[in-house]
T-cell receptor
């Protein structure tokens, strides 16, 4: 069974602080993709990153970085020097490839509030 | 570059009425997905198409829900005899799959917010 758990429901930080959003997943597939999406107050889901199960290299994109660890089934997301515009709900998602389950399975999301 | 579009953006209806939503995917995308999102939850998968073929529909919430993609381009999601519990955001996403493209990167539309009174 596929499952994505985002244990942090809400996080508040002061602008310029670093913040890490946790994501833990469950899958029986050996080949899968992990994703992060951002949902700002406007409501539209914005794609941030995709990582496949064969690539455990950490990735950095500007102020964003992702830490993928298969050993702990985690795919955590860190925002460095947070800004007010980062305030949104962030979703982690899983897509299995071997079993053909390409639809995304989402976690419940973490609401991030960045306070000026 | 045109993204995924959905129409209408908002729909208010009375219980028992039928509603239909439309999704226009990114033009070169062959896969189209429907999800439902309720307050405080992540999107929940409903059904998806590859071209005009509906590959998975067992997750549709009840037999009141149906979806079509007759020409492999736009898709419609219909809810018959709406109930208050159907109130939610209905999201459409599209992706390019097949050949060397296995990334399953899905791009989402703005959603249709349904309120059933």
């Amino acid at each position: 069974a596929q499952k994505v758990t985002q244990a942090q429901t809400e996080i508040s930080v002061v602008e310029k602080e670093d913040v890490t959003l946790d994501c833990v997943y469950e899958t029986r597939d050996t080949t899968y993709y992990l994703f992060w999406y951002k949902q700002p107050p406007s409501g539209e889901l914005v794609f941030l990153i995709r990582r496949n199960s064969f690539d455990e290299q950490n990735e950095i994109s500007g102020r964003y970085s992702w830490n993928f660890q298969k050993s702990t089934s985690s795919f955590n997301f860190t925002i460095t020097a947070s800004q007010v515009v980062d305030s949104a709900v962030y979703f982690c998602a899983l897509s299995e490839i071997n079993s053909g389950n390409t639809p995304l399975v989402f976690g419940k999301g973490t609401r991030l509030s960045v306070i000026a | 570059d045109t993204g995924v579009s959905q129409d209408p953006r908002h729909k208010i209806t009375k219980r028992g009425q039928n509603v239909t939503f439309r999704c226009d995917p990114i033009s070169e995308h062959n896969r189209l997905y429907w999800y439902r999102q309720t307050l405080g939850q992540g999107p929940e998968f409903l059904t998806y198409f590859q071209n005009e073929a509906q590959l998975e529909k067992s997750r549709l919430l009840s037999d009141r829900f149906s979806a079509e993609r007759p020409k492999g381009s736009f898709s419609t999601l219909e809810i018959q005899r709406t109930e208050q519990g159907d109130s939610a955001m209905y999201l459409c996403a599209s992706s390019l799959a097949g050949g060397l493209s296995l990334t399953n990167e899905q791009f989402f539309g703005p959603g249709t917010r349904l309120t059933v009174l």
